[in-house]
């Protein structure tokens, strides 16, 4: 009991029982505190205590400990708390005010989480234990959403497929996520630590630096750098790379977050179709100079031939109706390539395929090339019946001869064999082997291997029409050197296969 102190100006008067001032100073308190005995019988139950578990102080004093506990810790708190107070008493100390995280139960059922500190108060002989609890509902609630939106963001950075990187606020790598990993070839242990730029080729490592210095500096929130690194097995990338900064500036928690997406393929594509709109344009001047020069003699010649006063004998007369001829061929020539060209880039370009002899084909195209300015092409080898159609046969044929005359070299030879099962035309000549770069290149419309001195440029669609049409026919064009000679051979099923 506590003594009356009437000279004590805050002591209450001698008609307050000590009692009601205990239970008006416990429901002061802002915490649920609740006091047990050594038997685990509830013996007070502030005021908090009653809001928090939902029971009016009546209804639990006397009654077990249990009531306020889950089920799970029914068994296992009581032992604690007796050891608790059994501590307190052999020690004869206080022990410290901890605040483990428990469980209660409210009068309805629910679980709700706490934190409790205990301390033993011994009162006239008797053991007490004071459990003064704070209800962490709130905040585990927001642990709870913070972890959740952390497992969120981590299997969305793990599982994105772009790839995705942290970095310090310095540039040094944080970690990455498996598509990271597999875009650069490098692991989290290759890259740890390590500043991003090291992995980025030298020539770009100034413009990554220019890019991240106003973030570095806190100037800027984001940056977006195009550079090109090399991947851990040597291969060279170009990425696009976007950073962003998160956390305070000027803290430790901040970080950067950048995505790597791998434009190479796009860069090589943009160069690719830049590189065919220069060849593109490369094409209209020839086109324009080739067929020129036949018109311009077509025109030229037949003015002649119209004059009644050009004088012209017989001979000459013959003579010019002759080139006019010839120059018409070749006009004819270039514009049914362009046709074809045309054709197979809709997806139009069809073949009528009967038995096609190669030798009356092969003649058919000698007798527009025999001309004084062009060495004599042999012809070698016996006739094969083929399964085609003779005119692309023919086309496919003149511009392989053609390729030979503006490319290669004399002698130039046709020669006609027979092989697995598919009749072979194979044009030779002795001009510059093309080199293995070039050798799939020169197949792609409006590309040109190395051109004869004193020739019109070709239009880059000879070879790349002739591919196709031997296609359609179920053929094949190829191109290898054996023995000094570029060998371009076409090869087209035997019509006794076929049939």
Not at 464 to 492: K, P, Q, W
Request: charged share 25%; proline share 4%; glycine share 6%.
């Amino acid at each position: 009991m506590i003594a009356d102190s009437p000279s004590h100006p805050g002591a209450p008067s001698a008609s307050t029982p000590p009692d009601d001032l205990y239970r008006s100073l416990t429901d002061a308190v802002v915490d649920p505190l609740i006091v047990v005995d050594e038997q685990q019988c509830i013996v007070l139950f502030n005021r908090a205590a009653e809001r928090v578990f939902g029971y009016e102080s009546a209804a639990v004093v006397g009654r077990d400990l249990n009531l306020l506990l889950p089920d799970r810790y029914r068994q296992s708190h009581p032992d604690r708390v007796r050891d608790f107070g059994r501590l307190n008493s052999e020690q004869q100390r206080r022990p410290s005010w901890a605040r483990p995280r428990v469980e209660g139960r409210r009068s309805d059922g629910s679980i709700f989480p706490a934190e409790v500190s205990l301390s033993a108060l011994e009162v006239d002989g008797r053991m007490l234990m004071v459990a003064e609890l704070r209800d962490v509902t709130a905040r585990v609630e927001m642990e709870q959403a913070l972890e959740a939106s952390e497992r969120r963001f981590r299997a969305t950075f793990e599982n994105s497929p772009v790839a995705m990187v942290l970095i310090s606020h310095q540039g040094n790598f944080i970690t990455g996520n498996n598509s990271f990993y597999e875009q650069t070839g490098y692991g989290s242990d290759d890259l740890a630590g390590r500043w991003l730029g090291n992995i980025v080729q030298k020539e770009d490592r100034a413009a990554l630096s220019e890019s991240l210095g106003p973030i570095v500096a806190g100037d800027a929130d984001s940056a977006r750098v195009e550079v090109r690194y090399q991947r851990k097995d040597g291969a060279v990338r170009v990425i696009d790379l976007s950073v962003a900064t998160t956390g305070e500036s000027g803290t430790d928690s901040r970080y950067m977050i950048g995505q790597a997406t791998d434009v190479t393929s796009r860069i090589e594509t943009q160069e690719r179709l830049e590189e065919m709109i220069r060849s593109k344009d490369e094409l209209i001047a020839s086109i324009s100079h080739e067929l020129r020069t036949p018109l311009t003699a077509l025109v030229g010649f037949a003015q002649l031939i119209q004059e009644d006063e050009s004088g012209l004998d017989p001979k000459e007369r013959s003579e010019m109706i002759e080139l006019i001829v010839s120059e018409s061929v070749d006009l004819t020539n270039i514009v049914d390539d362009l046709l074809v060209a045309a054709r197979a880039e809709i997806g139009a370009l069809t073949v009528a395929c009967v038995a096609t002899d190669l030798h009356a084909q092969i003649a058919q195209i000698l007798e527009m090339w025999n001309r004084p300015n062009i060495a004599p092409i042999q012809t070698i080898g016996r006739s094969a019946r083929v399964w085609g159609d003779p005119a692309r046969v023919r086309q496919v044929l003149r511009n392989l001869v053609s390729n030979a005359i503006r490319h290669g070299g004399a002698p130039i030879t046709i020669e006609v064999l027979e092989r697995e099962g598919m009749g072979v035309a194979a044009v030779s000549d002795r001009g510059k082997e093309i080199s293995a770069d070039d050798q799939a290149r020169i197949f792609e419309p409006y590309e040109r291997a190395h051109q004869v001195e004193g020739l019109t440029a070709s239009m880059g669609l000879g070879l790349s029409i002739s591919r196709a049409l031997a296609s359609l026919m179920d053929g094949s064009l190829e191109y290898h050197h054996t023995d000094g000679m570029n060998v371009f051979e076409l090869r087209l099923p035997l019509a006794e296969s076929a049939d």
